[in-house]
């Protein structure tokens, strides 16, 4: 059940934490439309990081329940956490850019470059329509991690000290709480 999860909020953190590639081409994908114009799936190619020993399931049940759930066919390329840096710099240097990937540090110069030079959408004009996405993640966020005007991936926040220690401080109470009663 947790790995499960832990899948799921990986897609899904891609889905919102990604920079899309690609700069006047058009994505890998079909985009949804095929000549008869009906609708077809779009093919997602996605790299993203794993923590544990070894990387998720490939076409696994909670994969194919996403692609159903989006009209999506998803190839994603697990990397280990401990070679993402590299494989990331390899993949820009490549040219051959999924069409999402998490940027694991949008102040790295070679990312930056990168992004000046057309390698990712600036997802400026679409955050908007996902209200849930702007909302979630604050105006300086934003402003910290552009470049030059355009957001070329979508912030990371992490919760401030004094959050997390009021969030640890909730916990410890719980645990006691649920001491007393057990």
Known sequence: MLKKFLVLMSVLLLSILAACSGSDEESSGNNGNSEEGGSDTTEVRIMSHF???????????LEQAIEEG??????????????????????????DLPDLMLVPDPFDPVFRQAAQQGAFWDVSPYIDDYPNIKEGISDIAWELTSIDGANYSIPRPRPHSRQAKKKQKNLHKLICYFKTIF
């Open 70 to 95: 989006t009209n999506t066919d998803l190839t994603i390329e697990w990397v280990s956490a401990n070679n993402y840096g590299e494989k990331f710099n390899v993949m820009l240097a490549s040219g």
């Open 51 to 61: 923590f544990s020993p070894t990387p998720p399931e490939q076409e696994g049940e």
